[in-house]
């Protein structure tokens, strides 16, 4: 057994007006709580710091910088590493980054037992669009504001395992899990922000995207046999609102723990480790199974190529 | 709308005695209830003709080869092209097929509605082992008697849509529908043959891998906002029991029809191959989201390499 015992801290909504110190206060508390739950890991959302700011449509550059940081910890987040630290537990952490150059990323950092960051990831799979969409219900601005991750899906040996990062709709692409299963990886960690409506198809609300988020994780968690954490930001935001149902799912795809309601809730899973063996060295074990001679379009083709009329 | 009324025909147990005259028999009859429910295309599973062989272990060629198909439509199968042809009916017929240079594969075939053959499919993910395993409950021999598939995963324009084929194991690999999806798919047909309980462990029994099939099946239809139709051979084969659980998946994910028995049994559903489009043109927009240049694993490496210790 190789227990890793996991917090998914799901944080209810953050209203456009909340400053960073009052975030940071309910994440610390969710950090106390997952302490006296004897965590080894916490697991907080994508852009865990702010308000979802890609529903607004903004054009002054300082206006939307202003969601960015800057450095990582940075003044407002040093209190989570710091207290990270003093409980020996590691932490995946969602912000928006301004690189020093000017470039901005959707990103996590994994930081291990010790307070340290040992990885960054920066999402690859952008959502949404560019310039402002009136057929939309909302508007979903990722594409403006960030770029595509430059640092691919790499994963870290620390704690005791094989970890990996991704983002929300990263979460949707078998890519990303298999990408990170060519690695070993044993758990993968994924923050999101996902809204309760689809913003071009207003049928499709609540029951259906919770049930695509579980879909999706838990297929992902299956086909490379590993842990998958994934956690929300939920809730009304700014009047918009997003769905909860963070979950563990183990490496057979079960659903081991999940959310109950919108808000900071933190869901806890003792994880074994070395439960990724059996799938691992099985049905999926890649090096028997695998025919790669086969899979070439995914690799060269972005788009789909269907067949002439 | 681009309907396609399409008969899922889940075959009961067909025992190592049965000829495949009483199979063709029953699958006749399966094709009239078909039509009766106003079929375009009738889906029977993997190796429909006989029992699910690769059970059983064997050496001798001759004993192996009478299991296989040299031609197609052969003797026994030619009453059900005609008959499809007759009710103007699509056909996908899963087979084990040995060709005239003595190779073999796992393999299925197309037919349109005139019954003649538009597309032939080579299993490409075969499961289990290639020699005699005393770990195991019992075998699981396809390595032994088939050769991986060579002809990749194609797709064909046929019946007002873009059609493609798969075998069994194959609906667990992503690869397989995301080949298939980047050449515009919008209906995946899938025969199978699944142990009711893992042959290397025990406590994972029809629940679990009933579980595993849907899971399969739906993420493979979201992700490539596909439909997907996955057929069973079903109930207590020689003794050995088999999931039933046919399912037809629509392209947001979800179970729209599924057998309720484990005995022959038709699943009819009427597809609408246009519910295709908007997941194709939103969120699974390839072109606009996919990233290859962090995939290059997934053509590049069959096994995972973890990092270093």
Redesign the interface.
């Known amino acids: 057994m190789r227990l890793v015992t996991v917090a998914a801290a799901q944080l209810g909504p953050i209203q456009k007006n909340e400053p960073r110190t009052d975030v940071v206060r309910r994440m610390l508390a969710l950090m106390d709580e997952a302490k006296r739950a004897e965590a080894d890991l916490i697991v907080f959302p994508e852009l865990a710091l702010t308000t979802f700011f890609p529903r607004w449509y903004m054009e002054d550059p300082a206006e939307i910088d202003q969601w960015f940081e800057r450095e990582m910890p940075s003044a407002a987040t040093r209190p989570l590493f710091e207290r990270a630290a003093e409980y020996g537990m590691g932490m995946y952490l969602g912000y928006a980054e301004l690189t020093p150059d000017g470039r901005h990323f959707n990103s996590s950092v994994l930081a291990d037992r010790t307070g340290a960051i040992v990885g960054k990831y920066r999402k ?4 949404g669009h560019a310039e402002f969409d009136p057929e939309r219900a909302f508007q979903h601005l990722e594409k403006r504001y960030f770029e ?2 430059d640092l ?2 790499p ?3 620390t704690m005791g395992g ?1 970890f990996g990062m991704c983002i929300c ?1 990263d979460r ?4 990303t899990y ?2 990170m ?4 990886v044993e758990m993968v960690l994924v923050g999101y922000n996902t809204p309760s409506i ?1 913003s ?2 207003s049928a499709e609300g609540p029951e ?1 995207r919770l ?2 988020n579980r ?2 994780v ?2 992902g968690a ?2 490379n046999s590993t842990w998958v954490v994934a956690v929300a930001k939920a809730g009304i935001e700014d009047g918009f609102p997003m769905i909860g149902g963070s979950l563990i799912v183990n490496p ?3 659903i081991m723990a999940e959310a109950k309601t919108e808000g900071d809730e933190l869901v806890v899973h003792a994880c074994d480790l070395d439960a990724t063996t ?1 799938g ?1 060295t ?11 001679e ?16």
């Open positions: 690859v799979h952008l959502p595509p991750g691919g899906f994963v870290w040996r094989i709709n949707r692409w078998p890519e298999r990408v299963g060519l690695q070993g689809n071009q198809k259906q049930f695509h879909l999706s838990q297929a299956y086909q057979d795809g079960e059996f691992k099985t049905i999926f074990d890649f090096a028997r199974h695998r025919r790669i086969h899979y070439g379009r995914i690799c060269a083709q972005t788009g789909p190529t269907p067949p002439a009329l």
